[in-house]
């Protein structure tokens, strides 16, 4: 099993018809996920990567029976179709967009709460479950494999690094969850949690965190609570000073909030051993497995 992709996914590319569109449905093809349409308003009718477009997102689900959106759209027009992409009903939205507008990013992530709609990101690598062949999304597909453990991360480039560590080691993954950088983001460290409890075949599950925010001070307190499999930290950002942002809109120290020694004291706290470097995750790992 995996989460919130698996072999019956059917995808919907929004801004096929664009440069990062057009490249990265051609890579996610290649890794073997189920696109069946693409839309750009205005260009109903043509092909990309052999894939038919079309001017809005309930045409194409209702052409091709699409279940899911992977948004390639610019950063002013993402929330409007996104918000599309949720008024179809499609389950989840993935926003790869980065620099949406804050207050697109919260009116995206109410609606799709009030709706049941699972929204990750925005400015998110994706989502990928190798076992299914599905990606959606930009991540490298060939440093993931398929496996027991559960990988959660808010830094798309450390998701790869530490699933590139994990592969070579034989430890594979059930999904990899791209969470998204900026401040505001749909799916939460804490509603991860939740959706890798419910999937039997993840034995375990690897957090990687970054400085800013405390979503992984209050995915810690959920994990030692309720959440009973083996778990593996990483926190970005342990020398990094405050008030500087650090990449991502959501990677910056305010006063005492959101430093790397907050999140580790947190993780450590709820019994969760923590990588020093990304290289470290994947022996962490083989301790409790």
């Known amino acids: 099993m995996a989460i919130l992709a698996d072999k019956d996914t059917r995808v919907i590319i929004q801004g096929i018809t664009g440069g990062q569109g057009t490249f990265h449905s051609q890579a996610m093809l290649n890794f073997g996920t189920k696109i069946v349409a693409g839309v750009t308003p205005g260009k109903g009718g043509q092909e990309v990567n052999g894939i038919p477009v079309f001017d809005t997102v309930m045409e194409a689900k209702e052409a091709h029976d699409a279940t899911a959106a992977v948004i390639f759209v610019p950063a002013p027009f993402a929330g409007d179709a996104a918000l599309e992409a949720i008024a179809a009903h499609l389950n989840p939205v993935v926003v790869i967009t980065e620099h949406v507008p804050v207050r697109d990013e919260i009116r995206v992530i109410h609606t799709a709460k009030r709706q049941g709609i699972t929204v990750i990101?925005?400015?998110?690598?994706?989502?990928?479950?190798?076992?299914?062949?599905?990606?959606?999304?930009?991540?490298?597909?060939?440093?993931?494999?398929?496996?027991?453990?559960?990988?959660?991360?808010?830094?798309?480039?450390?998701?790869?690094?530490?699933?590139?560590?994990?592969?070579?080691?034989?430890?594979?993954?059930?999904?990899?969850?791209?969470?998204?950088?900026?401040?505001?983001?749909?799916?939460?460290?804490?509603?991860?949690?939740?959706?890798?409890?419910?999937?039997?075949?993840?034995?375990?599950?690897?957090?990687?965190?970054?400085?800013?925010?405390?979503?992984?001070?209050r995915a810690a307190a959920y994990i030692k609570e309720h959440y009973d499999r083996p778990v593996v930290g990483f926190i970005a950002g342990r020398t990094a000073p405050p008030g500087k942002r650090m990449g991502h809109a959501g990677a910056i120290i305010s006063g005492s909030t959101g430093t790397a020694q907050a999140k580790i004291k947190a993780l450590n706290d709820a019994g969760i051993p923590v990588a020093e470097k990304p290289s470290d995750v994947a022996r962490l790992l083989q301790d409790v497995l």
Request: glycine content about 18%; proline content about 7%.
């Open 121 to 217: 990101g925005p400015n998110t690598p994706g989502i990928i479950t190798p076992g299914a062949k599905q990606k959606l999304g930009i991540m490298p597909g060939h440093v993931f494999a398929d496996g027991p453990v559960g990988l959660m991360s808010r830094s798309g480039t450390l998701t790869y690094e530490i699933a590139a560590g994990m592969t070579y080691a034989g430890i594979g993954m059930t999904t990899a969850i791209g969470l998204g950088g900026d401040p505001c983001v749909g799916l939460t460290p804490i509603e991860a949690v939740k959706l890798f409890e419910k999937d039997n075949d993840t034995k375990a599950l690897v957090l990687v965190g970054e400085i800013g925010g405390d979503a992984e001070e």
